[in-house]
């Protein structure tokens, strides 16, 4: 029994020109210990996805799924009091903005208590011990003080540690990252991709890294899921994902990877996601593939199986006949 | 932080010699004599008149006149009154208990009903309460005070009995003033029903000065609230799994608190502006009555030392928001 199990999970916008479906039957898993990387576009509905498991989404938001399981319970079937009990606890989340998602008021050893309190029934005084282990836990130095300060008085990469201190306060089963690493420059990027890594070695909790950079997920994930347009269209190991590549997409994504660049000009995919109104009828991806003809326009694809990396596509690429012939 | 509270009080300065400028001007500027007023139907010979011209010195250049006026106020002098030939200083003093205790309840008033029913508007924004609460406050902001005294004296003094119509307390009571605070008073007078009575008396009154206040302070809290909602900390909250009153209440509520303290004390200088109405028509007896008075019977220093001193008092109001905005959010400290 895998830790996280989403099944045939779909979110809906209500938004004024009609419902818009932002994610499209996905179907995930994560066991303990695992690295999952979710990549895409813009648009893509990575984020919402994730979101929509923990329940964060507004209420115009329309979620449905066949199973959201983790660990062992129901979230869709569960009451938000009942939810709230794991989401927080087993079940923690980081954003991209560290610094507008720390809440100015407050300093940071009270946002870190908070939530210790609340979850495991601290007092204040083992909420404070704990606090201190976990600022040096993430890397903070002169952790005492730090606990004093305001988010406005730290730097972003600082704010996203204490970010992931308070993700990791209740030793969660599974931490997702949205862009952990966005907003911060490339050599704080590192150091928080390395400290997320080394956190899952050391707890053997499962971690889902939502991301739009090729290079993190080569050097972070063990498996990694490629959603486009609101749908999974290709899922494999990281390995065989970068070196055959299935669907279109991804062995477009790869191909605009900047190392892999052989011209002056950087290559693109061109085109862009389709939104509410430009829907297209067959595959979603067909406006913008190379290889489709008017079967993709009209008929959407199904996943194919696990040996073609579930590619949605009616031709998918690096098959072995295609190999063969 | 001491720099911060002293650039505050930087502002603080020209803001009241504009106030002394523009009350000077504007008693002035109003048509009347205040020697020919004082006179009443008798009147007086021109030798006398001329007399009482030099005595007031209103012979003297404008500029001049003002110039005595600032050096009074800088020393503490407001002058005396025409009309009672008593300090201004004291004449306040003596009225201002009175709407000081009602423009507190008022304002207790709009802030315990307005602040929470902001709050709740917003956590079900769209809905039938959020509806209801919106439409309701901006019928109450856009009443006319007296008509909307008028009507709650006829339904609850009136038709009801309720409540008494005029006056701070009953007739029957009679005790001296230890802080000029009837409620505070009338406990210490230990006189039986005195309090209940003083308490009656001020139902009426601070619902008519609070209702304006309330209006706003329901609708900015709302607002507030609707915009810190969307915040990314808020998302941040509810990924801990924290319960909804804790999130509503303290992460976004501590937020939203900025405009709405702004909008409070912004609103001091409506309360006092609205006393001047309520106190007339419940006729109590506070500095509202008595600035409408000294305008009619042009008693310059009375007008001139009135608005300053209420004006000073809206400042001092709003430069304790300027430093309550620092203790709030320790953003703006910084700055």
Redesign the interface.
Known sequence: MSLLRLRNLSVEFATTGGRFRAVDQVDLDVDKGDVLAIVGESGSGKSVSMLAL???LPWTAKVTADEMVFDGHDLSKMSA?AR??????DL??I?Q?PM???????TVGFQIR??LK??LGMDRKAAQARALELFELVGIPDPEQRLKA?P??MSGGMNQRV?IA??ISCNPKLLIADEPTTALDVTIQAQILDLLVRLRDETGMGLVLITHDMGVVAETAQRVSVHYAGQKVEEQPVRPLFRSPHHPYTSALLAALPERATDRRLPTIPGVVPGQFDRPQGCLFSPRCPYADDHCRKVPPAPRGPDLGLARCHYPLNTDERLAS | MLRYVLSRFATFLPTFIGVTLISFAFIRVLPGDPIIVMAGERGMTQERYDELVVQFGFDRPILAQYWDYLTGVLQGDLGTSYVTKKPVWDEFFALFPATLELSICAMIFAVALGLPAGVIAAMNRGKLFDRTLMSTALVGYSMPIFWWALLLIIVFSGNLGWTPVSGRIDLLYYFDDVTGFMLIDSLLSGQDGAFTSAVRHLILPTIVLGTIPLAVIARQTRSAMLEVLG???I?????????PG?INGM?AL??ALIPVITVIGLSVGTLLAGAILTETIFSWPGIGKWMVDSIFRRDYPVVQGGLLLIAVMVMVVNLTVDLLYGL????IR?R
């Open positions: 923990m329940g964060l009091r709230r009990k794991i989401v927080g606890k923690a989340m954003f903005e507008s998602s720390l809440n100015p008021c407050f908070e939530a609340i979850h305001f406005h008085q970010m308070m993700a | 915040e990314d900390y998302r941040t909250a509810r990924a801990k799994g924290l319960p804790r992460h501590r937020n709030i959010n320790p953003k910084k």
